[in-house]
């Protein structure tokens, strides 16, 4: 697996299985892979849970192929026919699926005679497909144009998505990412913040400026956020004071 370039990084995530839409299970993969990014510096940019619709899946995959995205795949990659994801995913890049000479190797390694005529079909990836080692049950994962996919069980899922970090973001730590600092002000809506907040985002348009307005023992309260290198989140900082001190929501 190549390493990424380093620019422009974008990671997204897709979970699949209907019993995350049914609320049968509950999702632990976006904790799991939010704290592995973070200790890489990087950030989840977004997330889609898809049910197990061909349909729907495969248009889902082209979607996520249109952009330039590592995306991670949960669930969906076993043997029974509800496993769509390598179909769905060769079908959305335009390539055939072929057994990985590899992957049979390793099936028939752990299962002999046992391995066909069902769980060869796991093996059955889109063509070019690379294998996730999954240090678990020995049973891997495959990465393709981007796409990175695993188990839907999330002990194995999570030690396979670090590895694929470690391949594809050799070299980089928690250092490499963004800060955040946040400021909370009492008795304020957040409609009073508009001209401020309109002031910060067209001096600091590299930052994540964020108004998040609450209730407080029935009384207004709004947190604001900062986020992104930490140089900039600095001079940000200063200048938001600034602002809240002129618009009379901060004493000098």
């Known amino acids: 697996m190549e390493p990424h370039d380093g620019r422009n990084i974008e990671i997204g995530a ?34 889609r849970i898809v049910g197990d619709d061909p349909v729907r899946l495969t248009r889902n995959f082209r979607e996520t192929a249109d952009t330039d995205a590592e995306v991670f795949s949960f669930g969906g990659i076993g043997a029974t026919p509800d496993d769509r994801t390598r179909a769905c995913l060769a079908e959305a890049l335009g390539l055939s699926l072929r057994p990985h000479p590899e992957f049979i190797e390793l099936l028939e390694r752990r299962f002999g005679a046992e391995a066909r005529p069902h769980r060869v079909r796991m093996a059955d990836l889109p063509e070019g497909a690379e294998l996730i080692p999954n240090p678990v049950n020995g049973i891997p994962g495959f990465s393709c144009a981007r796409h990175h996919c695993v188990p839907g069980f999330p002990d194995m899922a999570e030690p396979m998505i670090r590895w694929v970090l470690d391949q ?36 600091f348009p590299d930052l994540r400026i964020s108004c998040l307005p609450r209730m407080r023992d029935g009384a207004p309260q709004v947190e604001l956020g900062l986020r992104g290198p930490a140089p900039r989140v600095t001079e940000a900082r200063a200048a938001l004071r600034r602002h809240l001190v002129d618009g009379g929501f901060l004493e000098h």
């Open 14 to 47: 897709v979970i699949i299985g209907d019993e995350i839409l049914s609320g049968k299970r509950r999702d632990r993969h976006q904790a799991n892979l939010t704290a592995a990014l973070a200790e890489k510096g990087l950030e989840l940019a977004w997330l």
């Open 168 to 203: 594809r973001f050799p070299g980089r730590d928690a250092s490499a990412g963004s800060v955040e600092e946040g400021l909370t002000l009492e008795g304020v809506t957040e409609s009073r913040l508009v001209p401020v907040l309109e002031a910060m985002e067209a001096a």
